[in-house]
């Protein structure tokens, strides 16, 4: 997990919607979540779940699809969780995962992508990353707000401490961290003022609930052009150092080692990945 990749915006779906599933297989997310938790009401849960295993059997998936199961200790979670192993899903989204027992219990078979929405959740951040069956971590910020008892602020003050600790743990483990969904899909700058804040942060991606949110996260989590070309001349300086025999380099002004060649390195991987074909359908 610790090689590049994208993960720029992971889109939840509904699971009992199946015209908004097959309209997520056109759309250009880096990874789907059909939600078989929150987004369902106690009595679709069933049919949801068979929604999701005829999506899922039908194949033709450009992206990763992860499925969201109802959390430990509900009725339907052996259900879910069995349906997703059987059916071909990317990998499980647990909810609410509190700790790393909790984490190893559902790491076999599939990957794990652990919800982190509570005080608890946050605390044990670091453990739960170094499950090894743990692929990266998600933050729940509307449940672990509420768990707080914070105020809403644009900046997400209250929250600032919950969300590095999330990126932290994700990063010393070589794990995937991902922003938290933004309510408001009305507000364009809201949400990429969000975005550009998730990425100073450190987050690797950020999770949305609409498809109009997809290009600006994209946008936000991607590399540009100018960004290529500048890690392309970075790495000619960095290389042409090197093959002199010397350890740090100077370009544009600036010394250079290894780490900042890994990082162009990093950047010309995704924006490689970024630019794969539009999908057709």
């Not at 779940?49 to 430990?72: C, D, H, K, S, Y």
């Not at 707080?148 to 990126?167: F, G, K, N």
């Not at 544009?252 to 995704?270: S, Y």
């Amino acid at each position: 997990m610790t090689a590049p990749a994208a993960w720029r915006s992971v889109l939840y779906v509904p699971g009992d919607k199946p015209r908004a599933i097959e309209k997520a297989r056109g759309l250009r997310t880096d990874a789907i979540i059909l939600d078989l938790e929150d987004a369902v009401a106690p009595e679709a849960k069933v049919q949801a779940r068979e929604q999701v295993r005829l999506a899922l059997r039908a194949g033709g998936w450009r992206v990763p699809v992860l499925v969201r199961v109802n959390g430990l200790g509900t009725e339907h979670e052996h259900a879910d969780r069995e349906m997703a192993l059987l059916s071909g899903a990317a990998g499980l989204v647990l909810p609410k995962t509190e700790d790393a027992r909790a984490a190893a219990s559902l790491s076999l078979g599939l990957p794990l992508w652990a919800m982190i929405e509570t005080p608890a959740g946050v605390q044990n951040a670091a453990a739960i990353a170094a499950v090894p069956g743990v692929a990266g971590l998600l933050v729940g910020a509307n449940d672990l707000a509420r768990a707080l008892r914070t105020q809403p602020h644009p900046e997400r003050w209250p929250l600032l401490y919950a969300l590095s600790a999330v990126v932290l743990a994700a990063r010393a483990a070589g794990k995937v961290p991902l922003d938290a969904v933004f309510n408001d899909v009305t507000d364009a700058d809201g949400f990429a003022r969000e975005c550009a804040q998730g990425r100073m942060l450190g987050f690797a991606g950020k999770t949305v609930i609409h498809p109009g949110q997809i290009a600006a996260a994209n946008a936000a989590y991607g590399v540009t052009e100018a960004q290529a070309a500048e890690a392309r001349a970075l790495l000619e300086s960095w290389e042409t150092a090197r093959a002199e025999g010397k350890s740090v380099a100077t370009h544009r002004g600036a010394l250079i080692e290894q780490m900042h060649a890994d990082e162009a390195r990093d950047n010309l991987t995704l924006w490689a990945q970024q630019r794969q074909p539009e999908p057709t359908s």
